[in-house]
């Protein structure tokens, strides 16, 4: 049995662990351990870099046996391990998932819907369809003004420095929760609270081919 604890502590970057199986993939070998450390890339994030004792491993998800697995050093099921990750990029990769989740939920108010997602650095981005066809995205200044009504949404909940917690609902999904603002099915690593975000810049929206395009940026900040 496979423990994800990237899912119940974003902030943990080491453990001790063993060996719970091994394997080939793309004709090299990989090791799954019980106490998994490491995110693997998927959801718009990307994956953790990270260690097993000294070795660098590149965590994947096996779609097979559906474990998170690491690829790298061969090793033997019952061997003890130590877990690490590289928690500076981890802290990163969490901050621009849940600003993610806080841009969605900003459009949401909108009354924009979901079209998709990118939670990678120099590449994040929110993408909305408008079924209300708000006329003023039609121009610059009314896109400008749309832009600085949805930073205030965002700087508002940031502010209140809203609680990010998970839960797990009636299908057995995880759902990530901005406090009451929002709350939506999701794998990836957050910060412990909104107050945590730093640098978050929104870009003026875009709308490209019946979506509306909203790019940011953000960072870990320390308190």
């Not at 009314?142 to 809203?162: M, Q, S, W, Y």
Request: some cysteine; hydrophobic content about 40%.
């Amino acid at each position: 049995m496979q423990v994800r604890a990237y899912l119940d502590d974003t902030y943990a970057d080491e453990a001790d662990t063993r060996v719970i199986a091994v394997g080939q993939r793309d004709g090299r070998p990989w090791a799954a351990v019980e106490h998994c450390l490491f995110h693997p890339q998927g959801g718009g994030q990307p994956a953790d870099r990270g260690w097993l004792d000294d070795v660098e491993v590149v965590p994947v998800k096996d779609e097979q046996s559906g474990l998170v697995v690491t690829e790298g050093p061969e090793l033997a099921v019952g061997q003890r391990v130590r877990a690490r990750i590289d928690l500076r990029l981890r802290l990163a990769h969490a901050a621009l998932h849940t600003a993610g989740h806080l841009v969605e939920a900003a459009g949401r108010s909108f009354g924009w819907e979901l079209a998709g997602s990118n939670h990678f650095p120099g590449q994040a981005r929110v993408e909305f369809t408008d079924p209300r066809a708000d006329p003023r995205l039609a121009d610059p200044g009314g896109r400008e003004e749309v832009t600085a009504e949805l930073r205030k949404v965002v700087a508002a909940a940031v502010d209140e420095d809203l609680p990010v917690t998970a839960e797990t609902n009636e299908q057995g999904r995880r759902v990530v929760c901005l406090g009451a603002l929002h709350a939506a099915p999701c794998g990836g690593t957050h910060v412990r609270s909104l107050g945590d975000l730093t640098d978050l810049v929104v870009p003026t929206v875009k709308v490209k081919k019946g979506r509306v395009r909203v790019s940011y940026s953000a960072a870990h900040g320390t308190r």
